[in-house]
């Protein structure tokens, strides 16, 4: 079993940056593959961001790309989602996720972190 806690999220004006939190227990990190996904109010929940458990590579949703940007430090068990030039439309909550394998399903989620971009 895994535990995630995200934390960073917040109220941001439209342009500023965030840094977003996921703080894993155990000690089988490393194990496993990384995502963020996020769900804004009436819709459904998408994509953002996943980084493979060697932290090799990332795969950003097209319309974040250039703006997010997904890291993971093995050693504090955490990962992180630097969000910058954020937009109104990036309002959501925010989860993170991991897989037991590069390219498998998500088992364990967190419990998600508010994010709001006023204009």
């Known amino acids: 079993q895994v535990q995630l806690v995200e934390s960073g999220g917040g109220l941001v004006q439209a342009g500023g940056s965030l840094r977003l939190s996921c703080a894993a227990s155990?000690?089988?990190?490393?194990?496993?593959?990384m995502g963020w996904f996020r769900q804004a109010p009436g819709k459904e929940r998408e994509f953002v961001a996943a980084i493979t458990r060697s932290g090799g590579a990332t795969f950003d949703a097209d319309s974040m790309k250039g703006r997010f940007t997904v890291s993971r430090d093995n050693a504090k068990i955490t990962v992180y989602l630097q969000m910058n030039s954020l937009k109104p439309e990036d309002t959501a909550v925010y989860y993170c996720?991991?897989?037991?394998?590069?390219?498998?399903?998500?088992?364990?989620w967190g419990q998600g972190t508010q994010v709001t971009v006023s204009s």
């Open positions: 996720a991991c897989s037991a394998s590069d390219y498998g399903s998500y088992a364990y």
């Open positions: 155990g000690r089988t990190f490393s194990s496993y593959a």
